[in-house]
């Protein structure tokens, strides 16, 4: 059963789900609107993926305090991790594997406020499906895309109203609603500001990627590697259907995060 399918028959049979929305949904759907769509389809609560970041960034900030002298690839993305492990496994000892992503970050946080909850993560990758299900079976995440959970509205007729006043029932802050745009977990996490101007490098797009890993093994002054993926980061990410370029995308996460 794909996952449409379990999302329909999970919503169907009336169980108690809980919504977690990556912060790149601005791109696609209005803000506070489909929260309030989400809870008409049944879901019991909705949760913003940008407050698990903040976890990822402690996570991240507590490992470089505690081993100054180590040099670093970072990265959320589930497509770089398997490329580092699966091609590049001489890089692999550069990578921050015991840091949760925000995905996981945030369902261990909804696994902790509604133990009842399945949660179900909501956002622009496909790629997130077999992070849940290849390496963190026990927190029986189901993944749905944005273009998949149009779908599940399109299923039970859930059209967007305007006008709603509605608010997440545990929400992020501005700084890390960036990270879907490409260096977000830099920025958001201060690390910017603490690394001398070279020694930490942010990149996105998979060729860049590529060449990145390769150069961070040759190249001993840079200390962090921030990547990501897709093209200008998870705001290029396959589940995403809109017209906009990149950086009409980067704009409305960054509208989207200034309004806290
Ligand atoms: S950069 Fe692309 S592949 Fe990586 S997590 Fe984001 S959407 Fe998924």
């Known amino acids: ?92 000892k550069y990578f921050t594997y015991g840091v949760d992503s925000p995905m996981i970050a945030t369902a261990k946080i909804a696994k902790e406020n509604y133990p009842d909850c399945q949660p179900v993560f909501i956002g622009p990758c496909i790629v997130k499906k077999l992070e849940a299900t290849e390496d963190n079976p026990d927190l029986n995440i189901l993944v749905l895309t944005y273009t998949e959970i149009v779908q599940v509205f399109n ?28 260096g977000g977990l830099s920025h958001s996490s201060g690390l910017m500001e603490s690394f001398q101007p070279g020694e930490i490098q942010t990149v996105s797009g998979w060729k860049n990627c590529v060449e990145a890993i390769k150069n961070f093994d040759l190249n001993p002054k840079i200390r962090l590697l921030d990547i990501l993926f897709c093209e200008g980061g998870c705001i290029g990410g396959p589940g995403i259907q809109s017209p906009l370029s990149t950086q009409e995308r980067k704009k409305k996460i960054l509208d989207y995060a200034g309004q806290t």
């Open 1 to 92: 059963m794909n996952e449409v399918d379990a999302l329909i028959q999970a919503l169907s049979e009336k169980r108690k789900l809980v919504a977690m929305l990556a912060p790149s949904f601005p791109i696609v759907f209005s803000y506070p609107e489909i929260i309030t769509r989400l809870r008409k389809l049944g879901f019991s609560y909705v949760i913003e993926v940008s407050l698990g970041a903040r976890k990822t960034n402690a996570e991240l900030a507590d490992l470089l305090k505690n081993n100054p002298n180590n040099r670093y690839i970072t990265s959320p993305c589930p497509t770089v991790v398997r490329m580092v492990r699966q091609q590049m496994p001489k890089s692999a």
């Open 155 to 182: 299923h039970f007729n859930i059209q967007e109203e305007t006008g709603i006043q509605d608010q997440f029932d545990l929400g992020g802050e501005g700084l890390t609603r960036i990270y879907p745009v490409d």
